[in-house]
């Protein structure tokens, strides 16, 4: 009986493999750092998206919901769901943001993470580093894909990291962004999965 578990085993394993979606490889961007930053910042100053967020405080207090996200140049709403009633927002055109302005600019950063300006950069091994007075923001030196970045709030290192990368709109040539965000500070963290992301230009 003990080879038809581990045949059995297999066979499950493997369907779930075959099952999983395959995504075709990221292509290479063919230009600078600095053609592919000023392309993304004028062809998207807007995101809207849908996700699920994680949040872990340094206590160990934990909150989990459904939201959907809005950022444009004038400012960012954000509302959170769980089983499906709202149970909070972040809405600084509502002026309802008071006491959160740093997680505002935190999450502008981390998912508009193209919108960097008078930075430095800095070719790595495999990747490329751009660095600002409170901003460090590294990519795939073939594709441009943010891997991870630092940024500097209140005296305080918040850090940022990248996965699960995706077409935007589902042509392998097009804008790929990071479905999964992973941010750490002070202490706390908070884990981010898009399910849908839409970028445009106001």
């Known amino acids: 009986m003990k080879p038809l578990k581990l045949s059995l085993l297999s066979l499950l394993a493997l369907a779930v493999y075959s099952c999983a979606p395959v995504r075709p490889p990221i292509p290479e961007y063919h230009g600078s750092v600095q053609d592919f930053i000023g392309a993304a910042s004028r062809d ?44 909070g927002d972040l809405d600084t055109l509502a002026g309802r943001s008071a006491g959160y302005e740093v997680y505002e600019g935190l999450l502008k950063e981390a998912l508009m993470w193209w919108r960097i300006s008078g930075y430095k950069a800095e070719v790595l091994p495999g990747e490329v580093l751009l660095s600002t007075e409170d901003r460090t923001l590294i990519l795939d030196a073939r594709t441009y894909v943010p891997l991870r970045q630092t940024l500097s709030l209140q005296g305080s290192k918040a850090f940022v990291t990248y996965s699960d ?5 589902g042509d392998s040539s097009a804008f790929w962004y990071p479905f999964r965000i992973s941010v750490a500070y002070k202490g706390d963290s908070l884990e981010i999965r898009m399910s849908k992301v839409s970028l445009t230009h106001s």
């Open 165 to 169: 990368y995706r077409s935007v709109d």
């Open 44 to 87: 998207f100053d807007s995101i809207a998206s849908t996700l699920s967020v994680h949040f872990e405080k340094k206590s160990g207090r934990r909150m989990s919901a459904d939201a959907v996200a809005q950022i444009t140049p004038e400012g960012m709403s954000v509302r959170f769901y769980q089983m499906g009633m709202l149970v």
